[in-house]
């Protein structure tokens, strides 16, 4: 093998010198300041990035804080809204619970004076009825006719007793 051989190793190592020396300044000048720039334009490019997500994440909570202030706005505007139709309605009610029981004071008012006159009319009829009784059970009783006014009388007694 020629790489083995100890006579051609001083012009080995010369070669091996002289290209390593030019690949080395080819690096240096050509490819080294290439993948720098690309480096620095990388990193520049990022830090862009960074900055605009940033600018974006706070214009990002600027629009939720406007929106949670006027969800909040409106929230607060539907519960007055509420409130206000429910006292509407509260007093709409009250006042309609108030007409009705105006009318049912007056309906049994009047019902109580058509059955006080009822009553006073049963009383009337029971009257008759019990005189009517009376001179019947007397006649049937005893074998006379007791005059109406008499029979009147003892209705008349009894019934102030009883009541």
Known sequence: MPQLDLSTFPS????????????????????????????????????????????????????????????????????????????????????????????LSVETSAAERRIAEAKTQALASLRAVAIDVARTATRRLVGTDVDESSAAAAVDRVMRERA
Not at 22 to 27: K, P, V
Not at 37 to 54: F, H, K, P, Q, Y
Not at 61 to 67: D, F, L, P, S
Request: no cysteine; net charge positive.
């Open 12 to 103: 080995q190592l010369l070669w091996l010198a002289v290209t390593f020396l030019l690949l080395y300044l080819l690096m240096s000048w050509v490819a080294l300041p290439r993948v720098s720039a690309m480096i620095v334009a990388r990193r520049t490019r990022i830090e862009g990035d960074l900055e605009r997500a940033a600018q974006m994440k706070a214009e990002a909570e600027a629009v939720i804080a406007a929106y949670e202030r006027s969800l909040a706005d409106a929230r607060a505007q539907a519960q007055a809204t509420l409130k206000q139709a429910m006292d509407r309605f509260g007093a709409e009610a009250a006042e309609r619970q108030r007409k009705a029981a105006e009318a």
